[in-house]
Nanobody, 124 residues
Framework: QVQLVESGGGLVQAGGSLRLSCADS????????MAWFRQAPGKDREFVVG????????YYADSVKGRFTISRDNAKNTVYLQMSSMKREDTAVYYC?????????????????WGQGTQVTVSS
């Protein structure tokens, strides 16, 4: 069983940085690909970035390339999202998700488990 808990959200000024964490209390974390999605008010949940189970491959949405970095530490059952050069349009609730080997990285239906979300607000 995977149980995901996000942390690290908050208020940051435009141009600033923030690091999110997503920890799994279960024992099977390393078997799953992990991703961060975000959902702004009135919008669908959208893919931000993903990382394979070993950390060997990563996938980024065009909107965050060069600004966000995903990493994972399987020994700590944790995936991280380092966000820098943040923009107002990055404001959203950020969710981490865990997926198996099949399914598109970009589709929410591919993910078996989700965290509760953490709010990120970027002010101008």
């Amino acid at each position: 069983q995977v149980q995901l808990v996000e942390s690290g959200g908050g208020l940051v000024q435009a141009g600033g940085s923030l690091r999110l964490s997503c920890a799994d209390s279960g024992r099977t974390f390393s078997r799953y690909g992990m991703a961060w999605f975000r959902q702004a008010p009135g919008k669908d949940r959208e893919f931000v970035v993903g990382i394979t189970y070993s950390g060997g491959n990563t996938y980024y949405a065009d909107s965050v390339k060069g600004r966000f970095t995903i990493s994972r530490d399987n020994a700590k059952n944790t995936v991280y999202l380092q966000m820098s050069s943040m923009k107002r349009e990055d404001t959203a609730v950020y969710y981490c998700g865990a997926k198996g080997y099949s399914g598109s990285w970009f589709s929410t239906s591919s993910y078996d488990y989700w965290g509760q979300g953490t709010q990120v607000t970027v002010s101008s």
